[in-house]
């Protein structure tokens, strides 16, 4: 099996900063794109960024500029840094991971528990 475990979630006043980290741990023959989503109350689960094996990224527009994921691949970690929070920025952040368990099988999706990230006006 494997396990996602997200980290770093809290409460931030508008304006400030948290890191999110996300450690992959288990049967892990390979690691492939690792990315962050979220989900506010009343609304549908939404990408906020996600990053390959070898590195590169994509954002969600509403988070450009402010947000760098990054990922350490001999710790099997996804980090999120998020500065210049805003309130509309309020969720629960998930970890999300594509994992192959062996070389016979097939990549499969796994996710994390999910961190509450709360910004303050």
């Known amino acids: 099996q494997v396990q996602l475990v997200e980290s770093g979630g809290g409460l931030v006043q508008a304006g400030g900063s948290l890191r999110l980290s996300c450690a992959a741990s288990?049967?892990?023959?390979?690691?492939?794109?690792m990315g962050w989503y979220r989900q506010a109350p009343g609304k549908q689960r939404e990408l906020v960024a996600t990053i390959t094996s070898d590195g590169s990224t994509n954002y969600a527009d509403s988070v450009k500029g402010r947000f760098t994921i990054s990922r350490d691949n001999p710790k099997n970690t996804v980090y999120l840094q998020m500065n210049s929070l805003k309130p509309d920025d309020t969720a629960v952040y998930y970890c999300?991971?594509?994992?192959?368990?062996?070389?016979?099988?097939?990549?499969?999706?796994?996710w994390g528990q999910g961190t509450q990230v709360t910004v303050s006006s």
């Open positions: 999300e991971a594509g994992v192959r368990i062996g070389a016979a099988w097939r990549e499969k999706a796994y």
């Open positions: 288990g049967s892990i023959f390979s690691l492939n794109a």
